[in-house]
């Protein structure tokens, strides 16, 4: 199983989160939108520049800021380590 961080993710690309880092209200709001441990994720498309990053979680659409996905570890779908 491959552990990336969610930013660092390209467009298609899913797995299940593994991890939330971050505090306060920034993790208050991620875990308030269904991104929690065990929750499959999956990247939609980014903008041309990179920032937002539209993502699915629970049949949900959201844009994320860059560094909100930079806290969000996933272990993606179909990537063994070597």
Do not use: F
Not at 11 to 40: F, P, Y
Not at 43 to 55: C, R, S
């Amino acid at each position: 199983m491959n552990i990336r961080r969610l930013a660092d993710m390209e467009a298609g690309a899913s797995g299940t989160v593994e991890k939330l880092e971050g505090h306060g209200n920034i993790q208050h709001r991620l875990v308030d939108m269904g991104v929690v441990k065990g929750s499959h994720i999956s990247v939609v498309k980014t903008a041309p520049l990179g920032d937002p990053v539209e993502v699915k979680v629970k049949g949900c659409a959201l844009a994320l800021r860059k560094n909100e996905a930079a806290m969000i570890s996933v272990a993606v779908d179909g990537e063994e380590n070597c």
